[in-house]
Each structure stands twice: as structure tokens, then as C-alpha cells.
């Protein structure tokens, strides 16, 4: 976690020490972690309230607004989702998958139009195993916008690139 | 091959259940191709995804490939996705746009019609091997669309689209009416999803108006409603449960068509209210008049399924198509509808909303890709040869013009998609 990092809640209220990329890198692997161990909630409480978390349909896809996404979801949506997972009659997790996700390459980009926000870019592959079902595995490049918050980081947007994006799945239960 | 006779696949559709086999024995599915899918009306796609001359949009008919393209003269073809020299399919993207259409094998090139414009070298051909139409991209043996929906048959001698479509034309009707210029597009790509399980299984469950209780339990949330499916600070989410502990959804009433069409009442008995709706509703009342505006907006029909290869989803504004694959196999796409002079922020909820309900990652589809599967696993087990089809059986009101009625989420929509089935399959 980048908890150790001292950052003003909002941009311009106070001199901000740079979070290195390591702070960064950390907190998106504790953000895949909770997927990993399925702590959806405490997952859920990583975004901020005007997160989106978003899996587009199309390679380099610039809207969700004009063509279909896999997942776009703002965050009361996503707490739907989550309740949905820990829903005792959810059919399509019962039983249950099991991920596991290693994210790697990483890569940071200060977007120049906010500077509160920082663009860490990775790439990963993700293992999903449910018994009777065939192992699957997808990859793709992560694109993590946060914000700085007193103590941490939140997300303002995830966005996942799947190389196999536009092509045709099996049911998804799994944020990746 | 193993033939069966005309009688036994009779048999295998009786007037309340049908036999197993016809999920599970790939035999049957060959016959299906051959019988089913290469002699009635099949969708290829809609107008508006090709709207240029030289665009072109692929996908197959009975696992064949084949092009829905637009000519220089802007005339809608549909034509078979193949070589006229040693055929290779020569477009190999979905979609997209060229002058001419060029094989990679050996660089034969087509125009958007068919015709052939290049061949290389190509005085070393005798020319009676190059004549008409031997040598073109051959078209479908008949083409006809109706409000931008093409379709096509392999069979010169299928009836005219209209006669086909026959009541369920009005479902068509009722999307294409909810634009204020009377058109949709489909604009904005598709969703994907596939499951290993038979066709049917997708096809049966748009008809079918009594799984959501058992099957989207996981979607109600702890008031009794279930997520929003819509937009609209009125008609958007609905109440789940009737006052009497069961599924209002189970409550509503479905329709068999002639020809093995179905639809179902819509869940919704409000208008959408409320922002752009009332922006969108006065562009309605401005071209319909008040009063057929009024019933458009009502929203009759939740959808209506067009056996045996498209879904017109009316609530849900959009398009749903059903390729079977293999017998245990099937791909589904679907397309989000822009409703023409629309109020932008309508088409774009509609995008929003699809992806939560009818996408592989959807809230509501996911746990019907479940049950197909379990469907198709439980069907391989013998204890009886026969599955239901019972509810409802025997109370359906005959509405006219081939349309059964059936209140209560009968099965009388699965029952007229299996009659058109035996029908067809049993004729030789």
C-alpha cells in the first residue's frame, strides 16, 4: 500500500511530495490482490465516487458511450455487481471461480490537464479455474488513473485493454 | 450417414413435450442446417450497417459464409462469401468498406455486387470458364428486407418475406415506430457471447417468462426491485415480486405466431418519464399525433422472436442474433438500436444499459448462459426421453390470424417455436 505517502486530499491546497512509481505500482497490486481474494467490498471501496471501472469491446475503443463495452460501470453500479457476487443464488459462480492475476511492465504517465491524477500503465494475465469448466486465460494492458487522497490513492478510472477484447465469450463473472 | 424417417422426426415434437434428442444428436443437427436454416427466411443484418456503397457486413447462413454488401447504385446484395476461382472466403474482416473485393489467394477481384471485375494473367483462361455467373461471388437465391431488416434464403422457393414474417412484422413495427423518423440503426457494434449448448436453448428462453425468478434471483436487490434496465426517473426499474410472493415477470403473458414466431407482454406498464424522455416524448406526439404516440410509447411487447435466427428486443432496444455453431455450440450477438431523431442521450442510455443485461458480463444474461449449459449436460441423461413444454397447455386463447395467446408466462411461444420445427424438419 502507498500508505506511507503524504499527499494533499485535493490539488493545490498543499506542496505534494511526488509518490514514486513504486507507491503507485503497490497500490495497483493490492487492488488486484482484493480480486485475487475476492474481497470485493474492501475492492470497491478503492474506487472513488465518480469511479468507473471499464473493459472496452473494441481495440483502442476512445467512447463507451457510442459502442458497447464488456463492463463500463460507475461505482453504484459496480456495488450492484459486487452484491450480486455474494448473492447466495448467483448460478453462474456456484460454484465458485478462483483468479489469480500478475501484473507486471509497469509505466507512469502524469496526465498534464490535472495534476492530482496519475496514469499507471501494466500489463497482465489473468488465470480464472471453476471446477468443470475449462481453465481460462485472458491478458491485457491495465490503465489505472488515480488521484491522490491524504493517505493513499483512489480510482478514477480503471480501464482494461483485452487483446481478445472483440471476440465472442463465454459468460464473465470475473472483473479482471 | 444414418437416416431417419420423415415419421420418427415427427414424433419427436409432441403437443406438450418434445424428445431430448433434439438438443443433443448431432444427426438431427445436420438435419436442421439442411432443412430448417437452408429453407426459410434467415436475418443477415440490418440496412444501417451498410450505409456506402462498397460496404459490406459478413455473417453465415446454416454455417455458410456469406456478405451483406451495397452496390455502387446503393442496392443491398447478399452474396456468398467465396471465390469464384478456387474458393477461398474473400472478405475475412466483419466489416468494412472496399471498392472491389479482393481474394488474397490469387488476387480475383469482385465488385459489391457480385460481378467479377479482375482476374490476373487472366488470357491464360479459357474465356467460357470466366462466364456469368459461374465465375462471380454468386448472390443468395432470394433477398428482401423489411424496415432495414435483411433477409435471406438459400430456397428459390420460399414464400415472400412478408408472408413469412406474417404477425411478427408487428414487432419490427413496434421498434422502428419508437423513432421519431419511423428508422433505427444499429451504430454501435455488438455484444458477443457463446455457450456449449444447442441453438434452441437461446431461442426457447426468449419466449420464456418463467425462469427469471429462479434464474435472476441474484438481480433483485433486498427492496424486491430488480436493478434498473432501463432509464427514466419513471419506467425504469420495476418490482420484482407481486404482493402474492411470485414473479410479476411470471404474471405477464406470452403469444405463439404462425411460423414459429413468439413475443411476450412487456414488463413495463409505465412510459419512461422524466429529462430527455419528455424531450423525446413531444418529438413522438409531433410525428405520431397523441394518440398513436401514446400507444407506442406504452410498449406492448418485451420482444419479439423471429424463429429461427433473430430476437427483436423491444424494451431493450435492440437486436439479437442466433448462429448455431455445432450441435452443443452457439454464438450470439447483440446489437445496441439507435432510435433515428432520437434525443442522443437515448441511444447512448440504451448502450449503457445493454451492456448490463444482455452482454457476456451481463447481470441477467450470465446466469442464463448457465443455465443453458446445465440444460445441455442434463439432456445427455436418459431416465426419460421427453422434456416439457406443458405450461399453460390447453388454456391458450385464440386471438386470430394464428396468434395463440397464453396468460401467465405459458409456454405456448416454445410450443409454437417446436411445431414450426417439426413441421419443417419432418418435410423432405
Known sequence: ?176 | MMEYSNEYLRGLVRDDRVNRAIYTDPLIFELEMQRIFSRVWIYVGHESQIPKPGDFHCTTIARQPVVMSRDADAVVHVLFNRCGHRGARVLNHECGNAKLFTCMYHGWTFKPNGELAGVPMRRDFPDAALGKPRAAMASLPRVESYRGFVFASLNPEVQPLLEYLDEARRGIDELADRSPEGEIELWAGCHRYHYNGNWKLQFENMADMYHPAATHASTVGADGRQFSRRTGERGGSAPFFAPNGEAIVAQTGVRGLRNGHSSEASLFREEQAGGVWDEYRALMVKRYGEQRAAEILRNRRHSMTIFPSVDVLIAQTSVRVIRPVAVDRTEVLVYPVRLKGAPEQISTDVVRFVNLTHAAAALIQSDDLEAFERSQQGLAAGGSKWILVARGFGQEVDEGNGVLFGDRSSEVGQRAQHYAWRDLISAA
Not at chain 1, 498543499?14 to 488486484?32: G, I, M, N
Not at chain 1, 490482490?33 to 474481497?39: H, S
Not at chain 1, 468507473?52 to 483502442?60: C, L, Q, R, T
Not at chain 1, 448467483?90 to 496526465?111: A, D, G
Open chain 1, 1 to 176: 500500500m502507498a500508505s506511507s505517502v503524504k499527499v494533499a486530499a485535493k490539488a493545490g491546497r498543499a506542496v505534494q511530495p511526488k509518490p514514486s512509481l513504486t507507491d503507485l505500482q503497490r497500490f495497483v497490486e493490492h487492488e488486484v490482490r482484493l480480486l485475487d481474494e475476492q474481497r470485493f467490498e474492501e475492492w470497491l471501496d478503492l474506487f472513488a465516487d465518480d469511479g468507473i471501472y471499464w473493459v472496452p469491446a473494441k481495440a483502442g475503443q476512445e467512447s463507451p458511450r457510442n459502442h458497447v463495452s464488456l463492463f463500463y460501470d460507475d461505482k453504484p453500479t459496480l456495488k450492484i455487481r459486487i452484491q450480486r457476487l455474494r448473492h447466495p443464488a448467483i448460478h453462474s459462480q456456484n460454484p465458485r471461480s478462483q483468479t489469480v492475476r500478475l501484473v507486471s511492465n509497469f509505466r507512469l504517465e502524469r496526465p498534464a490537464q490535472d495534476p492530482s491524477l496519475y496514469l499507471v500503465l501494466s500489463k497482465f494475465i489473468m488465470f480464472e479455474d471453476r471446477p468443470d469448466h475449462e481453465r481460462r486465460l485472458f491478458a491485457g494492458h491495465y490503465s489505472h488513473t488515480l488521484r491522490a487522497t491524504s493517505d493513499s490513492f483512489e480510482i478514477a478510472l480503471k480501464r482494461v485493454d483485452l487483446t481478445n477484447c472483440d471476440q465472442t465469450f463465454s459468460a464473465l463473472t470475473q472483473p479482471f
